[in-house]
């Protein structure tokens, strides 16, 4: 059964910083892409940044120079580091990731994580 799981969430005061983990486990084989999603209470889920298997990231303007998405492709496992964090930064982060599921790289499936609480406060 292939999950991602999220880490790393919690209470930081504004100014602060948390780093986010993504770990891929079950039968896949690697990383295609790998994204970072956040949905504040009362708002639609919006696109935070993502990365390449070949390392080329996407930000929202929103985050640009405060957060920085990363991946450790032999642990399958991905990062987002947040820094200078702001209350508006509060949300539950979702981890979405295309799998490859086979070696040759060529079929993949999308997953989503269950979520990790990111609460910014003072």
């Known amino acids: 059964q292939v999950q991602l799981v999220e880490s790393g969430g919690g209470l930081v005061q504004p100014g602060g910083s948390l780093r986010l983990s993504c770990a891929a486990s079950g039968s896949i084989f690697s990383i295609k892409t790998m994204g970072w999603f956040r949905q504040a209470p009362g708002k639609e889920r919006e696109l935070v940044a993502t990365?390449?298997?070949?390392?080329?990231?996407y930000y929202a303007d929103s985050v640009k120079d405060r957060l920085t998405i990363s991946r450790d492709n032999a642990k399958n496992t991905g990062y987002l580091q947040m820094n200078s964090l702001k209350p508006e930064d509060t949300a539950v982060y979702y981890c979405n990731a295309d799998l490859y599921t086979d070696w040759r790289q060529v079929n993949y499936k999308n997953y989503w994580g269950k979520g990790t609480l990111v609460t910014v406060s003072s």
């Open positions: 990365v390449t298997a070949g390392g080329s990231t």
